[in-house]
């Protein structure tokens, strides 16, 4: 199946999700947000109207501890993400944490600061040095957005 021009990264949680449209040509941008998980679905499919549009959801996994009821509420908001947008024919993939470290750090053990460093590394290499700045790429980008572009980055570059 050929891939959608853009990517719909979600970082999802048992309350919130954050969520970031990029474009796989040239990393652009064009959205960004958190919402509350019953106002994300209804955006997620206003998004999902560009069939040229593929979606990443960084998917929970076990690492043999105990996991409490927030865990549990997250996997099911993962669910439901999938399950909405699976009427439209729209190509989906779950990203784990660990792969996402591993691609923008080149190591599981990095941290979301990590992460954050080598995103803005990044941008500012494609679109100068003031990317966090005022109009710059990832001006306002907080919380989980930069996880939700995290996510979207490793299914550019694993093209998934």
Known sequence: MPFGHT?????????????????????????FGILDNKKLIPRLLEICQDTRIDIAVEMIASYGMAVGA????????????????????IKSVRIYRKDVKMNLC?????????????????????YGENCTKKNGMLYKVSKDAWAAIAVGLTAIDKEI
């Open 70 to 89: 927030t865990v549990f509420e997250t996997c099911v908001w993962i669910g439901r993400i999938l399950q909405a947008v699976d009427p439209n024919g």
């Open 7 to 31: 990517v719909l990264a979600i970082d999802p949680g048992p309350v919130q999700s954050a969520y970031a449209v990029i474009r796989r040509k040239d990393l652009y941008i064009e959205e």
């Open 106 to 126: 080149g190591a599981t053990k990095a941290k979301d600061a990590n992460i954050r460093q080598a995103i803005i590394d990044r941008y500012s290499a494609l």
